[in-house]
């Protein structure tokens, strides 16, 4: 059994479902105060949009967008004690609109960490999550470090220029360090020299001096995530194509699921939560590489101790894939109370 020292995994990451209303309103109930929030709009076509303390409210990148960063006054404009402040945006606050956020606690704007050979402006580092935003300046170093502030290594980065039209970069343990996938489309993984062929370690990760990771003048966030125990897991799995499809261990019961094929290109990735309507049996799913709506047909499965594919489709049940999930429930906590599934 998996046991964990994070028995409230809610106080580290929690999804929070709203209805918009077209105006200003603070939407509550997180129990904690939030440090990164990506929105989506389940209910009207509208871009992905990720807010965190790195970058500062009001200031939005787009998970299924190329496009740089813009400050929007109507967009997040504050965090509170239990939640989040947005204003008319009607891509996150669409009247009468269904809206997923998903919200991680970090550790405020956080301070510039010197780790690296690059000092970041700030690293927002939660080291018993395992969880960072970063936000760095380029400096055309091939082989440059920039300090991720976990102490510990990280499994999944993923990383935009925010200053230029540039495709995200993702870098996961199970592609290894020359090869990458791009968040914003559906295309599989590729070689890619980005992170100059150097894995991160507990306190760096590497990157080139293109213009997607570390050109000199341009302004760049980074979200680094690490294996905890009983918390979050990063790995993949190989699809067996049947409807009674592939188990997947992670030692708790997820809250969330972002997965993504990686061996061939025109698969969407895909997020799962444990907060919307049709949980189990029928889990809706959003795709971050589009703009669309939710998605209803069934997936998979959320259970005490992972996942379970229940599709012979070849978007999430075809080819070799790779994820990263974060708990609602440890299987068994510090306090020895197990995971129910629902």
């Given at each position: 059994?998996?046991?964990?020292?994070?028995?409230?995994?809610?106080?580290?990451?929690?999804?929070?479902?709203?209805?918009?209303?077209?105006?200003?309103?603070?939407?509550?109930?997180?129990?904690?105060?939030?440090?990164?929030?990506?929105?989506?709009?389940?209910?009207?076509?509208?871009?992905?949009?990720?807010?965190?303390?790195?970058?500062?409210?009001?200031?939005?990148?787009?998970?299924?967008?190329?496009?740089?960063?813009?400050?929007?006054?109507?967009?997040?404009?504050?965090?509170?004690?239990?939640?989040?402040?947005?204003?008319?945006?009607?891509?996150?606050?669409?009247?009468?609109?269904?809206?997923?956020?998903?919200?991680?606690?970090?550790?405020?704007?956080?301070?510039?960490?010197?780790?690296?050979?690059?000092?970041?402006?700030?690293?927002?580092?939660?080291?018993?999550?395992?969880?960072?935003?970063?936000?760095?300046?380029?400096?055309?170093?091939?082989?440059?470090?920039?300090?991720?502030?976990?102490?510990?290594?990280?499994?999944?980065?993923?990383?935009?220029?925010?200053?230029?039209?540039?495709?995200?970069?993702?870098?996961?343990?199970?592609?290894?360090?020359?090869?990458?996938?791009?968040?914003?489309?559906?295309?599989?993984?590729?070689?890619?020299?980005?992170?100059?062929?150097?894995?991160?370690?507990?306190?760096?990760?590497?990157?080139?001096?293109?213009?997607?990771?570390?050109?000199?003048?341009?302004?760049?966030?980074?979200?680094?995530?690490a294996d905890i125990t009983g918390f979050s897991k990063i790995g993949s799995y190989a699809a067996?194509?049947?409807?009674?499809?592939?188990?997947?261990?992670?030692?708790?019961k997820p809250a969330f699921i972002i997965l993504k094929q990686y061996n061939t290109n025109g698969?969407?990735?895909?997020?799962?939560?444990?907060?919307?309507?049709?949980?189990?049996?029928?889990?809706?799913?959003?795709?971050?590489?589009?703009?669309?709506?939710?998605?209803?047909?069934?997936?998979?499965?959320?259970?005490?101790?992972?996942?379970?594919?229940?599709?012979?489709?070849?978007?999430?049940?075809?080819?070799?894939?790779?994820?990263?999930?974060?708990?609602?429930?440890?299987?068994?906590?510090?306090?020895?109370?197990?995971?129910?599934?629902?």
């Amino acid at each position: 059994m998996a046991y964990t020292t994070i028995s409230k995994s809610s106080l580290q990451f929690n999804n929070k479902l709203y209805t918009g209303n077209g105006g200003t309103t603070t939407v509550s109930g997180i129990p904690f105060q939030p440090d990164m929030t990506w929105i989506k709009n389940r209910s009207a076509t509208g871009d992905n949009e990720i807010y965190d303390k790195v970058r500062g409210a009001t200031y939005r990148v787009y998970p299924n967008a190329a496009a740089a960063q813009d400050a929007l006054a109507q967009g997040l404009q504050a965090w509170t004690s239990d939640g989040f402040r947005v204003g008319t945006n009607s891509a996150i606050n669409g009247n009468g609109n269904k809206i997923v956020s998903w919200n991680w606690k970090l550790n405020g704007q956080g301070s510039s960490n010197t780790a690296g050979s690059i000092n970041t402006t700030y690293t927002s580092a939660n080291t018993t999550s395992g969880c960072s935003a970063v936000k760095y300046n380029g400096a055309s170093s091939a082989g440059a470090t920039v300090g991720h502030g976990l102490g510990k290594v990280p499994k999944m980065i993923i990383v935009k220029n925010i200053l230029a039209g540039e495709a995200w970069q993702v870098y996961h343990a199970a592609l290894g360090n020359t090869k990458a996938l791009l968040l914003n489309t559906s295309g599989g993984s590729a070689t890619t020299t980005v992170w100059s062929n150097g894995s991160p370690n507990a306190n760096t990760f590497t990157i080139n001096s293109s213009g997607q990771i570390g050109q000199t003048g341009g302004t760049y966030v980074a979200y680094c995530f690490a294996d905890i125990t009983g918390f979050s897991k990063i790995g993949s799995y190989a699809a067996n194509g049947n409807a009674d499809g592939p188990f997947v261990y992670t030692g708790f019961k997820p809250a969330f699921i972002i997965l993504k094929q990686y061996n061939t290109n025109g698969s969407n990735w895909f997020i799962f939560d444990d907060k919307r309507a049709g949980y189990n049996v029928e889990n809706y799913y959003l795709s971050p590489d589009t703009n669309g709506t939710e998605g209803t047909t069934d997936k998979l499965d959320i259970l005490s101790n992972g996942f379970k594919l229940r599709t012979s489709g070849s978007d999430v049940n075809g080819g070799d894939f790779i994820y990263m999930a974060f708990a609602e429930a440890p299987l068994v906590g510090s306090n020895n109370t197990p995971a129910t599934a629902q």
